[in-house]
């Protein structure tokens, strides 16, 4: 270790200013820091430190995004197994979906590294560590069918237009990883939701030949806010829907390549809260949104099914654990957290049903709350100085 | 031509560009963009109404009480809008019907009253006239530009003529696909707003401190 230590130092005064390669600052600044912890202390004020610092929250980010990874590369060896009708071990399904995905997680995060260092470098600033997180988290939202120059064009589109024009990591608006998806379901609508996702064209993941009644076409989600119909003319049946809650929850059902397993996101859901990374709050509030949304429907007779089936289809965990808790895009204020979480949830659920065109509601959802995070937080706050004001009067 | 009346024709190019710079204009330029031709057509229609309600307005200056100036000025628009309107549907039928409602509103155009009010009450007929045919090209150049975008990237033609692909040249085959956000209005306030920040990179003057 103290070699490499060494090392960083003799190069240190190259990158420094008047050095040879000084307009590789940051660069330089960024790679040092990945590698040791920065021992610079603030110099003004009273400060609390602990040791976390965003290099450290970011990776254990990733941890907590890990199980949700390894079940998708598992799933989607485990689908095409059963499409082409091959016999697959556990190892086998795992490494065809992480060979699948590892490509679209490769450009991922180069083009978006590259995007980040660049502005970095020219605005003088330090390389800031967000994107390690944002980097992982669009391949997972994305089917693992999607071609790759469309996950660098995506991400490229979030990071400029989502980041850097506000001014970079911590001033963006929009949650850059969501953003990406929603450029993706914009701009190229069948490839994510439509005819050239695999789950319709399984000629894609090379099966030639297939029993099309083996697998079904379309995603839970799609079944769900098709099924009403189908409910209300006693026609629905567990077979014609695909699949059971229990599927749901741990997993088995088609879907973008992060966001089936409920049981995984909730694993990782408990290690961001016992890390004291993501804000309970804004996870719990959402879940109580989407549930208090999908009684008002089910009481009102738009829905027939349980309520709490909104809660393990589709990206609904997976928004609600990784994507609403992002602490830059969220409610600052604890109160806003509570209201800024439970209508997400709840939109999220009236877009799922009221609005057959978007079958996932969850991503408009959180992108339309980060829009209106800023404003609740206001409310907050001056709510708050209007209640002490009035104390300091009672007391004169 | 004179250097003075030189910089009332270029100067709205570039520095003082209408949409870039003063931020006019900008419903329009999001809603015929999707395709160049009505692009075109329309930045030339706003040019002929620009530069004569400026005309006609500079040389009716000295004889117009101030109170009532905004009347006779939306009666000079409308005159000529609806001119333009009649010009169009009878020549270029087919681009007058994707226009639709938005040759109408060039009368709501804010660089059209905003040129007469601005310029064209305290100047010359000539220079009135040339600043408004600088400022109508000036919103072209913009509208061409986006268009441009719009129309390559969202539906792979120009002018109408598939440019992505022909006998021997094929994006489409590679995986390409054209970019359906593009045909939205918001993609063209992206474009704009692109233009807009390598425009202001490149003119230090523009930039706020």
């Keep these: 270790m103290s070699k490499l230590r060494n090392l960083v130092d003799k190069m240190k005064p190259t990158f420094s200013k008047g050095g040879k390669l000084s307009f590789l600052a940051s660069t330089f600044e960024a790679f040092e820091t990945f590698l040791f912890v920065p021992n610079t202390t603030t110099a003004k004020g009273a400060h609390i430190r602990d040791c976390n610092d965003m290099k450290r929250t970011m990776i254990m980010v990733i941890v907590a995004l890990l199980p949700a990874f390894v079940f998708g590369c598992w799933w989607t060896g485990e689908q095409v197994a059963e499409a082409c009708g091959l016999e697959w071990t556990l190892w086998n399904s795992f490494w065809y979906g992480f060979v699948r995905i590892l490509p679209m997680v490769a450009v991922s995060y180069i083009v978006g590294l590259a995007i980040e260092f660049y502005f970095a470098q020219v605005r ?31 991400t490229a589109f979030a990071v400029i237009f989502g980041k850097e024009v506000f001014g970079g990591t911590g001033m963006n608006i929009f949650n850059p990883a969501l953003l990406a998806r929603a450029f993706v379901f914009f701009a190229y609508t069948p490839f994510i939701s439509g005819e050239k996702v695999w789950y319709s064209d399984w000629t894609m993941m090379g099966a030639e030949k297939l029993s099309t009644d083996a697998i079904t076409g379309a995603t839970a989600l799609e079944k769900l806010a098709t099924s009403n119909a189908e409910v209300l003319q006693g026609t629905l049946t567990q077979a014609t829907l695909g699949w059971e809650p229990l599927d749901a929850f741990f997993g088995f059902i088609p879907g ?10 909730l694993i990782g859901a408990a290690v961001l809260l016992f890390t004291g990374i993501a804000s309970w709050r804004t996870m719990f509030s959402v879940f109580v949104g989407g549930l208090a949304m999908g009684y008002l429907f089910q009481v009102l007779g738009v829905t027939t099914y349980p309520a709490w089936w909104h809660l393990i289809v589709g990206g609904f965990a997976f928004g609600a654990v990784f994507m609403a808790t992002d602490p830059v895009t969220s409610a600052q204020t604890n109160k806003g957290k509570y209201i800024v979480g439970f209508m997400t949830g709840a939109l999220a659920v009236l877009i799922r049903v009221v609005n057959p065109a978007y079958p996932e509601g969850m991503m408009l959802a959180i992108l339309f709350m980060n829009a209106l995070a800023p404003l609740v937080d206001y409310f907050v706050v001056e709510a708050n100085i209007k209640r002490r004001k009035n104390r300091v009067k009672t007391i004169k | 031509m004179s250097n003075k009346n030189l910089k009332y024709l270029t100067g709205p190019f570039s520095a003082n560009n209408p949409v870039i710079v003063q931020i006019l204009g900008i419903c329009s330029a999001l809603a015929v963009t999707v395709k160049l031709e009505p692009a075109i057509v329309m930045a030339l229609s706003v040019t002929a109404v620009t530069a004569f309600s400026n005309l006609v307005m500079s040389l009716l200056r000295n004889g117009l009480p101030s109170r009532i100036r905004i009347i006779v000025q939306l009666v000079v628009i409308a005159t000529l809008v609806i001119l333009v309107d009649q010009v169009l549907k009878a020549f270029v039928y087919d681009v007058s019907k994707q226009l639709s409602v938005y040759v109408g509103l060039i009368i709501t155009n804010c660089i059209v009253m905003g040129r007469v009010e601005a310029f064209a009450l305290g100047n010359g007929p000539w220079a009135s006239f040339l600043d408004g045919i600088g400022n109508g090209l000036g919103y072209g150049l913009i509208l061409v530009i986006v268009a441009f975008f719009r129309e390559l990237l969202g539906s792979g033609t120009l002018f109408g003529f598939p440019v992505l692909e022909n006998d021997w040249f094929n994006l489409y085959a590679c995986g390409y696909s054209n970019m359906g956000l593009m045909l939205f209005p918001p993609m063209a306030l992206i474009i704009v707003g692109c233009i807009i920040w390598i425009h202001r990179s490149r003119n230090k003057d523009l930039q706020e401190k």
């Design chain 1, 124 to 154: 003088g600033h330090e390389v800031n560590e967000g994107f390690l997180v944002s980097g992982l988290l669009i391949p997972m939202v994305m089917p693992v069918s999607t071609p790759l120059w469309m996950v660098g064009v995506a």
């Design chain 1, 256 to 265: 973008s390549f992060g966001e089936t397993s409920t049981l995984a996101i």
